[in-house]
């Protein structure tokens, strides 16, 4: 079973909905113990960094997911989602967030329209399991105006142009995310969810 996190933000129902299309086991929840138990963890997220770390710390579950992490459980951090993987946010302020994964969350440089809002290719760095199926070059739906920038280059699975070359998946070990919205982007969204499924455990037929 997937533990698709309700801290009381996110797109929760594309997300679900998506999982549901591939046949996967879902729940939505916010208790602990739930989480714990699940094959899998995904993170939607929508809005800032100070909105998702305040969501995340009043329903009290910072701990519990770096736990998870930190057991193997599979994790899957969707936008806000994976920015919150970060050290720091530099997203209205500076914002500690959940220090999994060193480096920062930054703002896109300027001379494009911001939010960065529409189609755009990911291109592999290397082979990782989320992958399969999913050819070098596809297409993602980004919606944002930050992306993260990890201190050092293994975490980096795949970039994407806009202003500059920026991280838009993390993959390492059990501790995957995207900066796209998945559940937003089609044909190849669907595979990247199926193969997150299959990795939980969780997926259908």
């Not at 899957?76 to 989602?81: A, R």
């Not at 529409?118 to 050819?135: A, C, D, H, M, Y």
């Not at 500059?164 to 089609?186: C, W, Y």
């Not at 499924?197 to 259908?204: L, P, Q, R, S, V």
Request: charged share 15%.
């Amino acid at each position: 079973m997937i533990a698709v996190v309700d801290y009381g933000a996110g797109n929760l129902a594309s997300v679900v909905n998506a999982l549901e299309r591939l046949g996967a086991t879902a729940c939505v929840t916010r208790d602990a113990a739930v989480i714990r138990r699940a094959s899998g963890v995904l993170v939607p997220g929508v809005g800032a960094a100070t909105d998702i770390m305040a969501h995340l710390t009043r329903h009290g579950l910072v701990p519990v997911l770096r736990q998870v992490i930190a057991d193997g459980t599979p994790f899957l951090g969707v936008c806000m989602g994976m920015q919150a993987l970060l050290s720091v946010s530099y997203e209205g302020g500076e914002q500690r967030c959940l220090g999994v994964i060193p480096g920062a969350v930054r703002r896109l440089p300027g001379g494009q329209p911001l939010p960065h809002v529409g189609w755009n290719q990911v291109n592999q760095v290397r082979p990782v399991p989320l992958f399969t199926g999913i050819p070098d070059g596809a297409e993602f739906y980004f919606v944002h105006s930050y992306y993260v920038d990890p201190a050092t280059p293994e975490w980096t699975a795949a970039t994407t142009e806009y202003g500059l070359r920026f991280t838009s998946v993390i993959a390492r070990d059990n501790v995957m995310g995207t900066q796209f919205h998945p559940e937003k982007s089609g044909r190849w969204g669907l595979q990247l969810l199926r193969n997150f499924a299959h990795m939980a455990g969780a997926a259908g037929r």
